[in-house]
């Protein structure tokens, strides 16, 4: 456990203020979850819902196993098998829960409701609106496309985010293969026409390139043998690299596959706009544009913020956002109640130069206005908890311990009787806030939220007694800055059965290792 008595932050925002009454007859507290993805479902698997009344929202009333997407759409893996049901998914659990399939469209947060609408029509009114209230909310709605307003994409590029989109996405591929099959078509017509562009080279895209290719190249072709030699992949990137997020022995291997499966990779391209047979593209370094022909376009070029996300947003006054900002206890800030989980949200983690004075003081326990090198190791640990990028900077410069980092930041004089002003205190961790970094918008990271909020949940009594947070009445509960993930999208790629598996054993691998 930390040294230091009484905790050197006060962890009043993290769960206090609003916990369920401990008495028996008291109503319990309505607990509302708006979305049934990876998010939502994995909150709701672990939330003992007899302490709260538990209420879902969702306009699909199942769990889609996202990263199984790509294999739906060539057929390799069957839709069905990728859903869960979500009231399966409670009846097997045994949990307690009412699910409406509805969508919301707008959070109030200031009357604590929500408005939703309907997703399987009106009643005989002619109503399908309705409206539901809370003491907590657990927004899980994930993101959308981005078409970064790019003329022609919403019109005639398919997208690859739901179930439906994968079986519209087979279609569309069987429906190429018969139109170049058709008596009436000339060469350069087939060759248009079983042109497959994928627009976005990071995972998603790349992964159903991948899929895509193996789909034509050992299925498809044995059953159109007759133009196969039409048949060609493009992927298009306005990076350097295709899956630049990752780490760039990863984005290496994934280039040299492609072009030794035939795969063409044009990257440092920017797609400007797109009409029913051709798609225009801007080379990025001289700004020529050039125009392809194609037959099926697939925009898999970055995610987006829902409107309902927008508009709660604009009410809570975080504008210019991509997501909702959290604190590390996932509760949406200046917003009693409201937590925010998955990909519609992201942690802004604490900056520990906003908070110097603060540590410092608590860390001059005999407020001699200077710390000792024993002071500053008594409360490390906390400061390594809340801060972690404290920690992440030493390894990434190689320090073995705080000592390193204070003798680097005022010369090597002071050795082991060293001790620190306010002025070199603040010095020595100056750089420190460099490695903030947020966490990818990975199903993996989604489920570890939900999981977290719901451990939170379930002992929230205990945190009302312990204000300090979550971290403390648990012994070594930590808050989500301490995950492995907040390392960065190189993190992510970096566990079991990553996203850039580029083939089915190792989806599997992936599925065993979420299927719970
Ligand atoms: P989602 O899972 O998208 O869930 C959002 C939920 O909200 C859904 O149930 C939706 O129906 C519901 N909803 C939407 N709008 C409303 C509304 N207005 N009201 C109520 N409910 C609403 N990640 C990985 O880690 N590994 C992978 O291999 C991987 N592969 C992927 C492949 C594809 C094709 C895609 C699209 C994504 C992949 N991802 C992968 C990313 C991963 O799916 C997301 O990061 C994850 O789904 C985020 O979880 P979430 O709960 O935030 O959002
Ligand atoms: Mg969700
Ligand atoms: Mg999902
Ligand atoms: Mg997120
Ligand atoms: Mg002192």
């Not at 993805?37 to 698997?45: D, N």
């Amino acid at each position: 456990t930390a040294a230091s008595g009484g905790g050197l932050v006060a962890y009043a925002d993290s769960a206090g203020g609003s916990a369920p009454e401990p008495s028996q007859d008291a109503p319990k507290k309505k607990v509302l979850v708006l979305g049934t993805g990876w998010a939502g479902t994995s909150f709701l698997k672990d939330l003992d819902c007899s302490r709260y009344e538990v209420k879902v929202i969702s306009p699909r009333n199942y769990f889609a196993f996202t990263p199984l997407l790509p294999s739906v759409t060539c057929g390799t893996v069957e839709a069905r098998s990728i859903v869960e049901p979500i009231r399966r998914m409670f009846e097997k659990k045994n949990k307690d829960v009412t699910f409406y399939e509805a969508e919301c469209f707008k959070i109030d947060a200031s009357k604590k409701t929500v408005h939703c609408r309907s997703a399987v029509g009106t009643n005989l009114d002619g109503n399908g609106d309705f409206m539901l209230d809370y003491d907590y909310l657990v927004v899980a709605l994930g993101a959308t496309v981005n078409t970064f307003n790019t003329p022609g994409v919403l019109e005639h590029c398919y997208f690859l985010k739901e179930v439906e989109d994968a079986q519209k996405i087979r279609r569309g591929v069987i429906d190429c293969f018969e139109k170049a099959s058709l008596p009436n078509i000339s060469e350069e017509e087939k060759r248009k026409t079983l042109h497959f562009v994928v627009i976005g080279g990071g995972p998603t895209g790349v992964e159903f390139a991948a899929e895509l290719h193996d789909f034509l190249v050992e299925d498809l072709v044995k059953l159109y043998p007759a133009i196969q030699e039409f048949v060609k992949i493009t992927i298009i990137q306005s990076g350097e690299h295709i899956l630049n997020m990752f780490d760039v022995r990863i984005a290496s291997f994934a280039e040299e596959k492609f072009q030794r499966d035939g795969i063409e990779v044009g990257t440092g391209f920017r797609v400007v706009k797109v009409s029913d047979d051709s798609i225009t593209m801007k080379r990025k370094s001289v700004g020529e544009e050039v125009s392809v022909p194609y037959g099926m376009a697939i925009w898999s070029a970055g995610i987006g913020t829902r409107p309902v996300i927008m508009d709660f947003m604009q009410q809570i006054g975080q504008t210019n956002r991509r997501a909702l900002a959290t604190n590390e206890w996932l509760r949406v800030r200046e917003c009693e109640g409201v937590y925010a989980i998955g990909d519609c949200a992201t942690v802004s983690q604490r900056k520990i130069m906003d908070d110097i004075s603060m540590v410092f003081k608590m860390a001059d326990k005999d407020n001699s206005g200077i710390l000792t090198l024993k002071e500053i190791n008594d409360v490390l640990e906390d400061i390594c908890l809340r801060y972690p990028q404290v920690e992440l900077y030493m390894k990434s410069m190689h320090m073995l311990d705080i000592a390193d980092l204070i003798r680097g930041a005022i010369g090597d004089s002071h050795k082991e009787s060293m001790v620190v002003d306010i002025e070199e205190f603040k010095k020595a961790l100056c750089h420190v806030d460099s490695q903030v970094k947020s966490a990818p918008a990975t199903a993996q990271v989604a489920a570890q939220q939900g999981h977290y909020l719901a451990e939170c949940f379930n002992k929230m009594e205990k945190c009302k007694e312990n204000p300090e947070g979550p971290l403390r009445m648990t012994g070594g509960y930590k808050h989500l800055g301490q995950f492995a993930p907040l390392g960065g999208e190189q993190a992510a790629a970096e566990l079991p059965g990553d996203w850039v598996s580029m083939g089915h054993s190792t989806q599997w691998l992936w599925y065993s290792v979420y299927a719970r």
